[in-house]
């Protein structure tokens, strides 16, 4: 069964055609103007008109899984190496304002301009000549324009609540007013929904043909559940999860496949976005250990490093919690599976050597080393962990072939079906408490864990245990974890205090002790409410005085 990915399948001559058709200024795109001499050449054909999608699929980027700062970095669950990046400096300290925040103008005109892009092509394929599209092109290239614009649009609200709304292509010339209000939050998710459900409609369930790696059905439900999570639409979330059960997605077996190029696309994944050789990722440089165990290769940044209270969400398997003192001189010996798959530790095995994060007193400033950096003097780990979940074992690094070149072939997931079980888990729960539908779904991923099932919970034993799953099962995915703290508002609780490490020292006779302690630069601060949303960037209120500003900015 095919699953859909987005892959930019861009062809030099066309594109150039289309950088063309879109290239003007994107300051403020909303109201660049309509007219273009490529247009028909644009909607001249279902080819044609494909590769312009494409390029929009193309600006759903890889940077917040892949980056050298990936969204992860900005919740409780992961943090950097070095100081320079956005997640330690003005999202760790909540320092910026209405004209310099790290989700600011950028975000603002980049979404929408590339919702102009989405209703450029659902406005040309309506008004192009009869007889350019069969039927079914039609509405499988206005479906996937739906997805996409909706897609941003709740990004947008996710960042900063209600947003202005703007379903057609507007011009300067054509003498309507072109500065829209900020409708609602409540409306912006509306807007979501029915955009949302229109694709579902148009979509196929899957692709047939391989080469067509795109939105299905699946994936505009997926987008709608997410949505209705979001803003806490219980039952109609529960309905949505439901309807995706119906299509045929499955568990994967082995939880490390996912994350593995040989092996991700399987009946799990039901939307992500594809890398391979001639589009790769840059997380094996960003992202892997500091040193290469094997080679002795100082190839990695190292800018990914999980905390321990990611680590203490991790179970034992005998059924004790994550920080339980009974497991603390043997710490990471009969974890959750998922532990393994996404994290290198102290004595991992990682391409064909050993990742030894404890303190090592002999380094000394500018050596490189994978060993615990408790003041960044050596640039080795500050929290006694690596990343590993997306990295691929197979890929051996060396400074000619490696260091400060794309190698990474692992696809960035989206949306998986695991996700989906626990959206309905924590919806189901939320409208009704624990009956045997949640239990089932939770329990089916900490199976796969190799976990003792949950029973006999209250209502909110349920809520805390599900937001557990969602933080081990989902980690790293895109930043999903930071979304999960604005929007169940524990920013105040979670976000004021230090990302944590673990400090393993060996003693004379070889024996170790691990000591929790505050990771080297990992302080966090939150101001309650006002950091659930950012400001309105202050150019966008510039140009058009009807937007007004979210509170306390």
């Keep these: 069964m095919k699953r859909n990915k987005i892959l930019n399948l861009f062809l030099p001559v066309v594109s150039l055609l289309l950088l063309t058709f879109t290239g003007c200024s994107e300051e403020f795109v909303e109201t660049q103007p309509t007219a273009s001499v490529t247009s028909e050449a644009v909607f001249s054909s279902y080819n044609n008109t494909n590769i312009f999608l494409n390029g929009i699929y193309g600006r759903i980027g890889g940077d917040f899984w892949f980056g050298y700062d990936p969204q992860s970095n900005w919740s409780d669950d992961s943090m950097t190496t070095f100081g320079w990046v956005t997640s330690k400096n003005a999202i760790a300290r909540r320092d910026y304002s209405t004209s310099n925040a790290p989700v600011g103008n950028g975000t603002w005109t980049n979404s929408y301009g590339n919702i102009r892009r989405t209703n450029l092509l659902i406005n040309g394929v309506l008004e192009a000549p009869e007889g350019t599209y069969s039927e079914e092109e039609k509405n499988h290239l206005i479906g996937q324009a739906k997805f ?66 795109r939105a299905s059905k699946g994936a505009a439900l997926a987008l709608k559940a997410d949505a209705e999570l979001f803003s806490e639409r219980w039952g109609d979330c529960v309905q949505t999860c439901q309807d995706i059960f119906a299509l045929g997605y499955g568990i994967a077996e082995d939880y490390e496949s996912l994350f593995r190029p040989k092996t991700e696309d399987n009946e799990e994944v039901i939307f992500d976005i594809e890398f391979n050789e001639s589009r790769a990722h840059d997380a094996e440089v960003f992202l892997s250990p500091r040193v290469d165990p094997l080679t002795g290769v100082a190839a990695g940044w190292g800018h990914l490093l999980p905390t321990q209270q990611l680590v203490d969400a991790y179970e034992f398997k005998d059924g004790s919690e994550g920080d339980d003192p009974a497991h603390a ?23 064909g050597g050993k990742i030894f994060t404890r303190f090592d007193p002999a380094v000394q400033q500018g050596t490189f080393s994978n060993s615990f950096d408790e003041n960044h003097t050596h640039q ?14 197979d890929v051996i690094p060396s400074e000619t072939t490696f260091y400060g070149k794309s190698v990474g072939t692992t696809n960035a997931i989206i949306y998986r079906y695991a996700e989906i079980l626990l959206m309905y888990a924590e919806a189901k729960n939320e409208l009704s408490g624990p009956d045997g539908t949640v239990y089932e779904a939770v329990n089916r991923l900490r199976e796969r864990g190799g976990l003792m099932p949950l029973s006999g919970l209250s209502q909110t034993e349920m809520r805390e245990k599900i937001r557990n799953e969602r933080r081990v099962e989902l ?5 999903k974890r930071y979304w999960d703290i604005i929007r169940w508002r524990i920013g ?35 101001n309650e409410p006002r950091d ?5 960037p202050e150019q966008a209120i510039e140009v058009n005085p009807k937007l007004e500003q979210n509170p306390n900015w």
């Design 532 to 536: 659930y949303l950012f400001p309105i």
């Design 475 to 479: 980690a790293f995915e895109g930043g």
């Design 329 to 351: 001189d043997d710490p990471y010996t009969g974890r959750d599976n998922r532990f393994y798959a996404s994290i290198l530790y102290d004595n991992s095995d990682w391409r």
């Design 492 to 526: 105040g609780e979670v976000f004021n205090q230090f990302k944590q490490g673990m400090r393993i020292e060996e003693e004379p006779d070889g024996s170790l002790v691990h000591k929790r302690v505050d990771a080297f630069g990992g302080e966090m601060r939150f």
């Design 148 to 213: 996409l614009r909706a897609f941003f649009y709740f990004n947008l609200a996710k960042s900063f609540g209600g947003v202005p709304l703007i379903d057609k292509v507007l011009s300067r010339t054509s003498g309507e007013d072109i500065a829209f209000p900020r409708s609602s939050y409540q409306e912006t998710i509306d807007f979501v929904v029915k955009d949302c459900m229109d694709a579902a409609q148009l979509l196929p369930e899957f692709w047939s043909n391989d080469g067509s790696t």
């Design 380 to 393: 080795g780990t500050l929290t006694g962990y690596y990343f590993k979940k997306y990295l691929d074992p």
